[in-house]
C-alpha cells in the first residue's frame, strides 16, 4: 500500500518547519538513505532522508511552503508490491488495437540472463535512471551520469557506482543553453505578481520609499520571538569589568608553540569560553534557570557560544567547558562553527546550554550588552581588545591591553552581588590564566 511521508519532528521542540526544498519529484525510484528534501527548521536546514524504498508517486506540499505543521503527510511513496498490483489493472483498460494473445513465457525469459550495462540505463523520458543521492554526488564530482554503468536494481545508479567513477567526466553546458528557458519564465504578468501584505506590515509601510519585501525565515523569526519574550519576561541587569590581557595573550602564544605539532590553534575566544565555564563553577548561583516556583541548579557549564550565520545567529554548545581542555575547546569550536555556518548541526548540538558567551570584539566592538538565550539567567558579552592606558599594580602609568566585558543577568534569578562575583572570577581567570590549564 502506499507509504505516506510525514513532517518530522527534526528537534524535541518542532512543532513546524519550512519544505525549503525537494531533492526529488515525482516518478523518481528512492533507496532507504536517499536525501528526498532539505527542511529549515528555526535555526537550521536539515536533510530528510528516506527509512523505504520505492517511487515517488504524489508531493502534497510545495518547496517553499513555511509552517509545516509536523505529522503533515508531504508526500507519498508507492512500493514495488504497488506497482505489481498497478500492472494488471493497467493490462484490463481498453486497448485501441488489440493485438493477439501474446506467447508467454518465452519472449520474457532471455530477460533474465541480460548481462549487466556498460553504460548508464536511459528511462522512457530520455532521463538517466538514478538515485537522488546519487546525482547530488555527481554533481559535485563533476561526473557525468550517462557514461556510468549502473549496479542498482534494473541498472539504476546509486552512491557507489558514482564515487567509482572519474571525475571531471560531465560535459559542460553551453553558456546560451538557458535562453529558451529564460524566456519562457518571462511571461508576462506571471513574474510580476505582487507579494501578498500582511495588514500590520501595511500599516507601518511608508510606501513613499522605494522598498521591498521579504519573507521571515523560521530562524528569523524564533529569534525576534525569543528575544522578545526575554525583554519582556527577564528583568536585565548588566555588570561591567574592563579586563587586562597581557598575559593572557601571551599565554596563547606559548601555548600554540606546543600545540602546532598536534595541528590545534587556540583563539582568544576558546580561552574566555574556558574561563568563563570556570567561573560559573565557582559562582554556581549563577549557572541557573528561573522556572516560575522553582529554580534549576546546574552542576556543569555548557556554554552556548553566538556564531553568525546567514540570515540570522545559532548559539552551538561547548558541553563542560570548564573540565574540558583548552585544545578540546578549540578543537570543539572549530568543528561546531564550521557545521553552524554549513547548517549542519544537530538540535542537540545548539539546544540548551546553561549561559552563554557573545563575542564582537572581531568586529571592533569595543561594549556592548547583550540579551540573554532563554531559559539561561547569564550571558557574557565580549568587546574588542586593545591597548589602553593603565595603572600599573606599582601605581604608575603605563599601556596594557585590555578588553570590557559586560555581563547580562536574569535579575529574578540571579541578585546583583552573585553577577559582581561572577564577573570578578571571570576577570581574574582571564588577568591569572595558569588557572585555565592548572
Known amino acids: ?22 531533492l526529488v519529484k515525482v516518478g523518481d525510484t ?77 519472449a520474457s525469459a532471455p530477460t533474465v540472463q541480460k548481462p549487466a550495462p556498460t553504460t548508464a540505463v536511459i528511462g522512457k523520458d530520455h532521463r538517466v535512471i538514478a538515485s537522488p543521492l546519487a546525482k547530488r554526488i555527481a554533481t559535485r564530482m563533476g561526473v557525468d ?47 510580476q505578481v505582487p507579494v501578498a501584505m500582511a495588514e500590520e506590515t501595511r500599516t507601518l509601510l511608508d510606501d513613499r520609499i522605494p522598498h521591498t519585501l521579504q519573507k521571515l525565515s523560521g530562524m528569523r523569526k524564533t529569534i525576534a520571538r525569543r528575544l522578545a519574550q526575554s525583554m519582556q519576561q527577564a528583568p536585565h541587569i548588566y555588570l561591567t569589568v574592563d579586563i587586562r590581557l597581557d598575559k593572557l595573550l601571551a599565554l596563547r602564544i606559548e601555548l600554540n608553540e606546543v600545540l602546532a605539532k598536534s595541528g590545534v590553534k587556540l583563539s582568544v575566544n576558546d580561552m574566555l569560553i574556558k574561563a568563563l565555564g570556570k567561573a560559573l563553577v565557582e559562582v554556581p548561583a549563577c549557572n ?34 570548564s573540565g574540558r581542555s583548552l585544545a578540546a575547546i578549540a578543537e570543539s569550536m572549530k568543528d561546531l562553527g564550521a557545521r553552524a555556518r554549513e547548517g549542519k548541526l544537530a538540535p542537540g548540538e545548539y539546544q540548551g546550554g546553561t549561559a552563554s558567551l557573545s563575542n ?28 589602553r592606558p593603565w595603572v600599573m599594580p606599582d601605581g604608575t602609568l603605563g599601556v596594557a591591553n585590555a578588553m570590557t566585558a559586560t555581563g547580562s543577568f536574569d535579575h529574578r534569578a540571579v541578585d546583583g552581588a552573585d553577577g559582581a562575583r561572577l564577573m570578578a572570577a571571570f576577570r581574574e581567570l582571564c588577568e591569572k590564566p595558569l588557572g585555565l590549564v592548572a
Open 1 to 22: 500500500m502506499p507509504i505516506p511521508l510525514k513532517m518530522p519532528a527534526l528537534s524535541p521542540t518542532m512543532q513546524e518547519g519550512k519544505l525549503a526544498r525537494w
Open 30 to 106: 528512492v533507496q532507504s538513505g536517499d536525501i528526498l528534501a532539505e527542511i529549515e527548521t528555526d535555526k537550521a536546514t536539515m536533510e530528510f532522508e528516506a527509512v523505504d524504498e520505492g517511487t515517488i508517486a504524489s508531493i502534497a506540499v510545495a518547496a517553499g511552503t513555511d509552517a509545516v505543521k509536523v505529522g503533515t503527510v508531504i508526500a507519498t511513496i508507492t512500493g514495488e508490491d504497488d506497482a505489481e498490483a498497478a500492472k494488471p489493472a493497467a493490462a484490463q483498460q481498453p486497448a485501441a488495437v488489440a493485438a493477439p494473445a501474446p506467447s508467454p513465457p518465452v
Open 145 to 191: 551520469l550517462a557514461a556510468v554503468p549502473g549496479t542498482g536494481p534494473n541498472g539504476r545508479i546509486v552512491r557507489a557506482d558514482v564515487e567509482m567513477a572519474t571525475p571531471g567526466t560531465a560535459p559542460v553546458k553551453p553558456a546560451t543553453q538557458p535562453a529558451a528557458a529564460a524566456v519562457s519564465l518571462s511571461a508576462p504578468a506571471a513574474a
Open 288 to 321: 541557573v534557570t528561573f522556572a516560575g516556583d522553582e529554580m534549576i541548579q546546574y552542576s556543569r557549564a555548557d556554554i552556548s557560544v553566538a556564531v553568525s550565520i546567514p540570515g540570522g545567529l545559532i548559539t552551538p554548545i561547548v558541553q563542560d567547558a
Open 360 to 387: 564582537m570584539g572581531m568586529m571592533g566592538i569595543k561594549q556592548f550588552t547583550a540579551v540573554i538565550n532563554p531559559p539561561q539567567s547569564t550571558i557574557l558579552a565580549i568587546g574588542a581588545g586593545d591597548k
